[in-house]
């Protein structure tokens, strides 16, 4: 499999990474090595393996439907760039 | 909609679990607080926090998904749903991809009488984003995270739907049984029940769906039919123009009551989903199943059926009376209290109570009046203590007071009178003031009758039975 220099700025995008021009054929590069290396592993026969979805051997623990958290708002808010009325002030997003 | 084209719609459904702390923090979730006084940590995404899972949230998913039937998957994981918006501190969503924990199940509609089984593929557990406010900020937007982490189940259909009354129709079945299910509470303005339709139309008795487009948001029951078939129009008049439908997302304006193209989904849709290390698999016991079954509500189907069957309801007054759990409970406590007045109860019900209600704006937990003081009013119309107008007089008072019905009888002299002797002098007085409609009814015109038994109402303050005084009348004036 092998990446173009489209799809490594597409990722880049996607990923919000600002990456240099100049770098970006070096990172197509290795980023198919990668994949590669994930196709070959895909040919082993894997048909009678579990799908694994973590690396711990273990079950989720689940914690009671109780209020814990109390209000920390000016806290919290006191490390934001910009606050008013209570909100987070961001750039404008607009769909 | 032209014959010579089919609509396929399939519907995605975000109903928020009613618990009382968030996903994955202990944040509280009530709806309506000071903005982000209810965003902690976790919500926010800071560096260095665990997500960890709210037992409530996954046995009220189990509860879903017992009830329609679903496979429950023994196992399931959380992914990540990788996208960047200002209202998704992470950057990613925790959501579930591959195994989600309730599988293929299904739901029974009805339309135009005619049941039809819709397909659910899936539900899955995954948390809200916050709230993004665009207006009043110079410019910048306002973020508000109280609702970030609130639990979502997200109820996905089968493409199982041709118009949108069957949309409609699923939709108000499906909202009806989370609330019976008490999962959520159903409140379409705060945005607890949300609704996005995937909409493609293909010529009839082709075997492939067309392009669909999906319609985001769309949040009353009117607004989702509406939407739909504004989309089925567009799209049908788009091909037959000589146009193709593109995969997009669109946006319904219900000022406009049209569709508009949102953004092309080429990028949005990649959402490079994997499993998130920070959560483990979700292990769902055998026993935790039988549980949870085991305290299953009566369903609506189920308990329609018993309504039909146990008060010789008719089909209409069965599945008004059935559409909401308290609805439910409060008409069989009014049968109970009245000693087994089920039809009268449920005429009551389904009329005048109803009636009232929506006239208020209520719902029938504040009904003003309680079943108990409804069930003392029908035992006076069954003993034929008053009559079933004066009746709609108690009940007024019922509605604005907090007499009981035979105190207001009492006090307002309203008992019918059973004196026939009494009963038959007011008849004989208006037979003998009235000749002009006794010679009418005489010679053959029996409306003039309805005139007669009027004014001996009218002169007993409607406190006579009208069958009697009708019995009555017809009697004297066989016999001049």
Redesign the interface.
């Known amino acids: 499999m092998s990446l173009t220099a489209n799809d490594v700025t597409?990722i880049a995008?996607?990923?919000?990474l600002g990456i240099a021009e100049q770098d970006i054929d070096n990172y197509a590069k290795d980023l198919s090595g990668i994949l590669d290396l994930m196709t070959q592993m895909g040919q082993l026969d894997t048909s009678g393996v579990t799908?694994m979805?973590?690396p711990?051997d273990?079950?989720?623990?689940?914690?009671?439907?109780?209020?814990?958290?109390t209000?920390?708002?000016e806290h919290?808010?006191a490390i934001a760039p910009?606050t008013?009325?209570?909100?987070?002030?961001?750039?404008?997003?607009?769909? | 909609m032209n014959s010579q084209w089919e609509a396929v719609i399939g519907l995605e459904i975000h109903t928020q679990l009613s618990?009382?702390?968030k996903i994955f923090?202990?944040?509280?979730t009530a709806y309506g607080a000071?903005?982000?006084?209810?965003?902690?940590?976790v919500d926010?995404g800071?560096p260095g926090v665990l997500p960890?899972?709210?037992?409530?949230?996954?046995r009220k998913a189990v509860t879903f998904g017992l009830a329609i039937d679903a496979e429950i998957a023994p196992?399931s994981?959380f992914a990540r749903k990788?996208y960047?918006?200002?209202d998704l501190p992470k950057?990613y969503q925790i959501s579930q991809f591959?195994?989600p924990i309730v599988g293929n199940g299904h739901l029974d509609i009805e339309v135009d009488g005619v049941e039809k089984r819709i397909g659910i593929t899936r539900a899955h557990l995954e948390e809200d984003a916050g709230k993004?406010?665009?207006e009043d900020?110079h410019?910048?937007?306002?973020?508000?995270?109280n609702r970030a982490g609130t639990p979502l189940l997200e109820i996905v259909s089968e493409p199982d739907m041709r118009s949108a009354k069957e949309a409609v129709a699923y939709m108000r079945k499906l909202h009806e049984l989370v609330r019976y299910l008490e999962i959520c509470d159903g409140n379409m303005q705060e945005g607890s029940f949300r609704c996005d339709a995937n909409v493609s139309v293909r010529p009839k008795g082709q075997k492939e769906f067309g392009t669909r487009a999906e319609i985001k948001n769309i949040n009353s029951f009117r607004f989702v039919e509406k939407a739909i078939n504004y989309e089925i129009e567009r799209q049908i008049d788009l091909i037959e123009g000589g146009g193709k439908v593109v995969q997009e997302t669109r946006?319904y304006d219900a000022n406009k009551d049209e569709t508009r193209s949102?953004?092309s989904k080429e990028?949005a849709n990649?959402y490079?989903y994997f499993?998130d290390?920070d959560?483990?698999?979700?292990?769902i016991e055998e026993s935790l199943k039988a549980e949870i079954r085991a305290t299953l509500p009566e369903l609506p189907v189920a308990k329609k059926q018993r309504f039909l069957d146990q008060y010789g309801l008719d089909d209409e007054s069965a599945s008004t009376l059935t559409s909401s759990r308290e609805l439910a409970d409060f008409y069989e406590a009014v049968v109970k209290a009245s000693g087994g007045e089920a039809k009268l109860a449920g005429n009551w019900m389904t009329g005048d109570v109803l009636g009232a209600l929506n006239k208020a704006s209520l719902e029938i937990a504040a009904c003003p009046v309680s079943a108990e003081r409804l069930a003392g009013l029908l035992k006076r119309i069954a003993d034929n203590t008053i009559s079933g107008k004066i009746a709609k007089q108690v009940f007024d008072k019922l509605w604005n007071g907090t007499a009981t019905a035979d105190e207001i009888i009492a006090q307002e002299g309203l008992k019918q009178i059973t004196d026939t002797g009494a009963i038959e002098a007011i008849v004989d007085k208006v037979i003998a003031a009235n000749p002009v409609p006794v010679e009418q009814y005489l010679s053959g015109k029996d409306k003039a009758l309805m005139a007669l038994v009027g004014q001996i109402m009218k002169e007993t303050q409607g406190k006579a039975n009208p069958g009697e005084v009708n019995k009555m009348l017809m009697e004297k004036l066989r016999k001049p």
């Open positions: 597409k995008h996607l990923a919000r799908p979805a973590h711990l273990q079950m989720q623990r689940l914690r009671e439907d109780i209020v814990t958290e209000d920390q708002r919290f808010q910009q008013e009325a209570g909100l987070y002030l961001v750039p404008k997003v607009i769909d | 618990t009382k702390s923090s202990g944040a509280s000071e903005p982000n006084t209810q965003a902690c940590a926010l800071l960890v899972l709210n037992q409530d949230a996954v196992h994981v990788n960047f918006y200002p950057g591959e195994l993004s406010l665009h900020f410019g910048l937007t306002g973020i508000d995270l946006l949102m953004r990028e990649d490079r499993p290390p959560l483990l698999p979700v292990l």
